[in-house]
């Protein structure tokens, strides 16, 4: 089984669109990051408060990899770790790839279940103009391309630092593709 590997951590107390990094932080089964102000069991995005605030909190932790970030330079796009409000930076693993329900086993403990693609929005255009166009792609069909990272929610809780290992644990089959959430 192919491991990658957790090169940033990062939290924000409110809601910033960028984090702030740390050497570690601690996860809290069913409700998220402790001290991110998108932890709990219901949503905390302000856009999916306003539908709905009873909504399941399907977005508790936001992972990328650090791989779109060199794919972004090559744009003219210098992103760093947090800067795009992701909690967890890793590299590689390709978190777009993988199926809904895929488990990541983070370190020793922490195991977050993959739910969905983070679907970009226009505040990634407050740190460069573009940068929203540049995480969205179209495949051969013309169906878009959403490159932003994927969301999950923590099964396992536990503290996970920069260098732990990730282990991929996939679902049984039949295996499905990840839509945004």
């Not at 226009?122 to 103009?129: G, M, P, R, T």
Request: net charge positive; charged share 30%.
């Amino acid at each position: 089984m192919k491991k990658g590997k957790i090169i940033g951590v990062s939290k924000s107390q409110s809601h910033t669109f960028n984090k702030f990094s740390y050497e570690h932080i601690t996860l809290i089964k069913g409700l998220g990051v402790k001290g991110d102000a998108h932890m709990g069991k219901t949503v905390k995005h302000r856009s999916r408060v306003l539908k709905d605030p009873t909504q399941p909190n399907l977005r508790q932790v936001h992972l990328i990899h650090s791989e779109l970030f060199e794919e972004l330079k090559k744009k003219g796009f210098y992103i760093k770790k947090g800067e795009v409000g992701e909690n967890i930076t890793t590299i590689g693993v390709d978190l777009l790839s993988l199926p809904k329900s895929t488990i990541l086993k983070l370190g020793e403990k922490v195991k977050i279940r993959i739910t969905g693609l983070r679907n970009p929005c226009n505040q990634l255009n407050s740190i460069k103009e573009g940068l929203m166009k540049a995480v969205l792609d179209t495949d051969e069909n013309g169906d878009l391309i959403r490159k932003a990272g994927v969301m999950g929610v923590v099964v396992e809780g536990g503290e996970v630092s920069v260098g732990d290992q990730i282990e991929i644990l996939l679902p049984e089959e039949p295996h499905l593709k990840l839509e945004r959430v």
